[in-house]
């Protein structure tokens, strides 16, 4: 078995990875849009209409000409005529014109001729109002009111398009609202239904094949005798994958035999869109997962070994055109390097837009060793540290071998100690990437 070549830094790993895969060309389908959250977009989206496509008030209060109520104040207010109520769910039967108002609810449609809302709470009714106030006169001469009309009292004044949403203000008819390969999330299930899609054209997820080995491994249903342990990694990294947006599909646990798994390999291959294997990565002589990878097909091995910890001996390669990756087989170094490597896969499979990082400022509250030229990344625990109202972060390195799973488990993220560092100190600001 070769020894493991130069040991690449995990970002020109993962360039070297990328740039072997060819375009994505996962399939798309079409699905109904009460389950599209989590997907990714395969095309563009346009709006069919402006939203909204009337204009509407986002406050509860009179639909006015903004200058009849120009100098409006406490001491001062202006007077205006109610001449009746904005229907919900209908286009108002009235038009207002100069000194009249109408009641209207939130998300009503604005009547014709008013071009701004006043909130209720600065008005105020006068009931039977049988003589003109002082200084009250419309545009046309009006100066006398019958006892049956209402005067709304307006305390304070309102500019043009002030508390109302216009037409197209939100999108304008033709508008790209969802670039393709967007995550589809609660607000654009809402965006979308408020456009009339009810279904959405999606990437199809990704197939990725998960290949257990070693003689020791079981599967977690059964009990372990001594020297055996239960299969974790295809249910961890099964779990990533699905969350990233794949379909985990689970191939099952090989022995130690070049053969069996060169052939459940293959089956994997020609089956999904990814394939990884867990154990089988080291340099001992008894792990084949490279020579079973340079088998499968063009180019085969890219890397042998990853300049991190944990997870040196992660093997990555492309065959014909699939990425086949191999995971150590300890269970943190596996879902460490999954974060790293198979999520990216998965997104450029998917076609998926850039997104930023989860991650949160926290200082470190112990120092922490590195060796220069590794990049290390450590779990860590956020702990809510001070007594203002403004939150801030301790971070709390979780200390525990790559075999340790609950290592993983117990933390909050992860830290990256970069290769140029020998260390980070106590109470230095750290970022920390949310898992």
């Known amino acids: 078995m070769p020894e493991f070549l130069t040991l690449l830094p995990p970002d020109e ?78 286009t108002p039967s009235f038009e207002i014109g100069a000194g009249q108002c109408a009641l209207i609810h939130t998300g009503g449609m604005l009547p014709n001729g008013a071009n701004a809302v006043v909130m209720i709470e600065y008005t105020q009714h006068i009931v039977g109002a049988g003589s003109p106030r002082p200084g009250l006169m419309n545009e046309v001469g009006r100066d006398d009111l019958t006892p049956t009309q209402t005067e709304i009292e307006i305390f304070k004044s309102v500019a043009d398009g002030e508390n109302l949403i ?53 599967d977690p249903s059964q009990t372990p005798r001594p020297g055996q342990v239960r299969d ?49 990565s080291s340099a ?39 990425a086949v990756i191999g995971l150590p087989g300890n269970p943190v170094s596996a879902l460490v390097n999954g974060y790293l490597f198979v999520v990216p896969v998965i997104e450029k499979l998917l076609g998926a837009l850039p997104k930023l990082k989860a991650t949160v400022q926290a200082r470190l509250i112990v120092n922490l060793p590195s060796q220069a030229g590794r990049e290390d990344w450590w779990p860590v625990k956020l702990v809510v540290s001070g007594q203002s109202s403004v939150v801030s972060y301790q971070a709390e390195p979780i200390f525990g071998k790559s075999n340790l799973i609950f290592t ?17 100190s106590a109470g230095e600001m750290v970022e920390v990437v949310l898992i």
Do not use: W
């Open 13 to 90: 790993a993962r360039t070297l990875l990328l740039s072997h895969l060819s375009q994505p060309t996962i399939d798309s389908e079409s699905i109904d849009m009460l389950h599209a959250l989590g997907r990714f977009t395969a095309s563009d989206t346009f709006a069919p209409h402006p939203l909204p496509d009337f204009p509407r008030t986002t406050v509860d209060g009179y639909a006015v000409r903004a200058r009849d109520t120009f100098g409006a104040t406490d001491s001062l207010p202006a007077y205006l005529t109610l001449i009746g109520e904005v229907p919900m769910g209908d």
């Open 166 to 218: 216009r037409i197209g203000e939100d999108v304008a008819q033709g508008q790209l609202v969802l670039p393709k390969g967007t995550l589809i999330r609660p607000a654009e299930i809402g965006g979308l239904m408020a456009l009339g899609f009810t279904s959405i054209h999606v990437a199809r997820k990704p197939r990725v094949g998960l290949i257990s080995t070693g003689d020791e491994v079981i």
């Open 232 to 280: 974790i990694n295809s249910y961890t990294l099964g779990a990533l994958v699905e969350k990233t947006g794949g379909a985990a599909i689970r191939y099952g646990i090989f022995s130690d035999s070049f053969q069996v798994l060169k052939e459940a390999a293959a089956k994997a291959l020609s089956e999904c869109d990814m394939v990884i294997i867990t154990a089988g």
């Open 284 to 322: 001992s002589t008894r792990d084949m997962t490279a020579e079973v990878i340079r088998t499968l097909g063009e180019p085969g091995v890219l890397v042998h070994g990853i300049n991190t910890r944990p997870g040196k001996p992660t093997i990555l390669g492309v065959c014909n055109g699939k």
């Open 408 to 424: 993983l488990a117990s933390a909050d993220g992860l830290l990256r100690i970069h290769p140029d560092a020998t260390g980070l």
